[in-house]
């Protein structure tokens, strides 16, 4: 335990550099073993890092507060520091690289004096796959290391992969807590160098670099150069009552219900349709032999959102934090229990909030920070895919782009044809929550939910789509989905949740060659008679028409929208988007 040194002479130069320049009283190379996750929840609770809580009601779980100025991911302070601005592009905050090294080493030297510095090796994707990327971060943080052996393959297999060849691929990645000073945050991505360094905070999103940091940001930057897709994507599997199996990836920005669609539970109607998860967050796709896109799941857990999660909006995510899950932020109960807001039940009548402070149901904050988090192994998801570990990825049938708008947006449509496709993902928006920024109702371009983690150069990212359909001899059927339109009254239309199986079905049905439709000017649009409604409550045929319209005149605002934000991208937005632009406008006789 703590001495499993990989045999890569390269590895063990870049980790003794690291060691050099932040001066650790000791180093720990981790192993991934039981007895070192046992050693090291011990430690972390010595620490006051973690709390045990109740091993009776929440067995193998624990608590872990962050700091208050350090709660969500700093889009602000992540940086891309590629050798130009222009490779960085329109979207990303870009630093020369020269430059940061040297001011991130100044700000690492020594900075690890009187702590551990733990070697962490870890595997992202099926460790057989083509397209399995081997990584190793460098962490003074308990905390980081027992959330990486969740998320990640980590251990000595990683170690093993990677072998002794000098010039093997592997993401270097260096984390220090430094003294979790937001003035001294930054999260930096080197992709030419494969390399990420990021100080001054503790939480997961900036200091769980096998996730946005390489999993998305650097990994995008690869898949372009390689020839395959980094995408923030779930991943599901649809099997029919007759056993015919269909998978289907999904974008959706924040605040969209990602992890409730990717566990989702059909309806009682619904008797005999399963779906398993194969992943809930990010999917790397590549072009199998027979022309199709097959998708693995690079993650081994879930990092998921706590607040509003239940037993009935997400009963698959309840079971699987049932044990073994490593919760951030949530509130503690007097009986060791953990608490949240939305959380099946009355609420507590007296608990310990987030920041370690009395609460009580007349409190006036909440006791659950609203971006508190769960990390949980994967294997505890009652619906997990059986073809999770397929080196090969699993088929794509369907790409479905969504995002939450109160208008404008039908419940489903179909994009024509690949190019059309794209355009709809690049143009994707959500509208703002009170809880994300203080303004309600703006819409926020997100293209394929990959604004805050593409890598490089947004319009390359575009062209890279482009230039994947035709490579594809049999490419999925791509759709763009709203759970979140709303009547005059500000009141949803739609239940969701399990009956979003709905429209699940339908799109498999199109996938299939099945499944009616009436054409409209933005794409296939079902009719209220194509999608199986029996046994849905609470929606009236008025409200399945407004659903599913295609109104002119907030066709016409959407699309002076889209406009802008295209021109705000100038001068990278590849010409084929723009022809769509047109085309579309056109369709829409503007």
């Not at 974008?251 to 566990?263: Q, R």
Request: hydrophobic share 40%.
């Amino acid at each position: 335990m703590g001495e499993n040194k990989p045999a890569n002479k390269a590895v063990l130069d870049w980790v003794h550099e690291v060691e050099l320049l932040t001066q650790p009283e000791n180093v720990f190379w981790c192993d991934g073993s039981e007895a070192e996750n046992d050693y090291l929840l011990g430690e972390g609770c010595r620490q006051g890092v973690l709390l045990k809580l109740n091993q009776e009601k929440k067995p193998g779980c624990y608590l872990h507060r962050s700091n208050p100025n350090d709660v969500a991911r700093v889009e602000q302070f992540t940086l891309i520091c590629a050798p130009t601005k222009e490779e960085a592009g329109p979207t990303n905050n870009w630093a020369e690289p020269a430059t940061m090294y040297g001011k991130l080493h100044g700000m690492l030297k020594g900075a690890m004096r009187g702590r551990t510095m733990y070697v962490v090796p870890y595997i992202m994707g099926p460790p057989e796959s083509p397209l399995a990327k081997i990584g190793f971060e460098i962490t003074d943080s308990i905390y980081v290391v027992l959330s990486m052996r969740i998320m990640t393959r980590m251990g000595a297999q990683a170690s093993a992969r990677l072998g002794e060849k000098p010039d093997a691929e592997f993401n270097r990645g260096v984390h220090s807590l430094l003294d979790i000073n937001p003035e001294r945050r930054f999260i930096c991505h080197f992709p030419q160098d494969n390399t990420i360094i990021s100080v001054g905070s503790g939480y997961g999103g900036n200091v769980l670099l096998s996730k946005k940091c390489l999993a998305l940001r650097i990994a995008s930057y690869l898949a372009k150069k390689q020839g395959w897709l980094a995408e923030h994507m779930l991943i599901l599997g649809v099997e029919s009552p007759d056993g015919k199996k269909h998978y289907v990836a999904a974008a959706f920005p924040s605040a969209c219900g990602k992890t409730n669609f990717a566990m989702l539970i059909p309806p009682p109607h619904f008797a005999g349709w399963k779906i398993t998860t194969v992943g809930d967050d990010i999917a790397w796709m590549q072009i199998g032999r027979d022309g199709r896109l097959y998708a693995v799941n690079p993650e081994n857990g879930y990092f998921g959102v706590v607040p509003g999660t239940s037993y009935k909006s997400n009963a698959n995510a309840m079971r699987s934090i049932e044990r073994d899950t490593l919760f951030t932020n949530v509130a503690l109960t007097s009986d060791g229990d953990v608490w949240w807001e939305g959380k099946d039940g009355d609420p507590p009548a007296a608990a310990i909030d987030w920041r370690g402070r009395p609460w009580t149901p007349a409190s006036k904050e909440k006791a659950a920070h609203p971006n508190s988090r769960f990390a949980v192994p994967m294997r505890n998801n009652p619906v997990l895919d059986p073809e999770v570990d397929d080196p090969a990825g699993v088929p794509i049938s369907a790409l479905i782009f969504g995002g939450r708008r109160s208008n404008t947006m039908p419940l489903v449509f179909q994009a024509a044809d690949w190019n059309h496709g794209v355009y709809v993902g690049a143009t994707m928006a959500s509208e703002t929550t009170a809880a994300a920024t203080g303004a309600v109702g703006q819409v926020r371009r997100d293209p394929m939910a990959m604004l805050p983690f593409c890598g490089y150069n947004i319009g390359d990212y575009f062209r890279h789509w482009l230039k994947t359909g035709p490579r594809l001899t049999n490419p999925p059927l791509i759709f763009h989905v709203n759970w979140f339109r709303k009547d005059a009254a500000g009141k949803f239309l739609w239940p969701g949740f399990g009956d979003n199986m709905r429209v699940l079905q339908w799109i498999i049905d199109r996938c299939a060659g099945r499944g009616g439709a009436g054409e409209s000017p933005i794409g296939s649009v079902p009719r209220p008679e194509d999608l199986d409604l029996a046994g849905l409550e609470g929606v009236s045929p008025e409200m399945m028409r407004a659903l599913l319209a295609v109104n002119p005149d907030e066709w016409a605002r959407e699309l002076a929208g889209q406009g802008i934000f295209f021109e705000s991208l100038q001068p990278y937005v590849p010409e084929e988007l723009l022809d769509e632009h047109r085309e579309l406008a056109g369709r829409l006789g503007r």
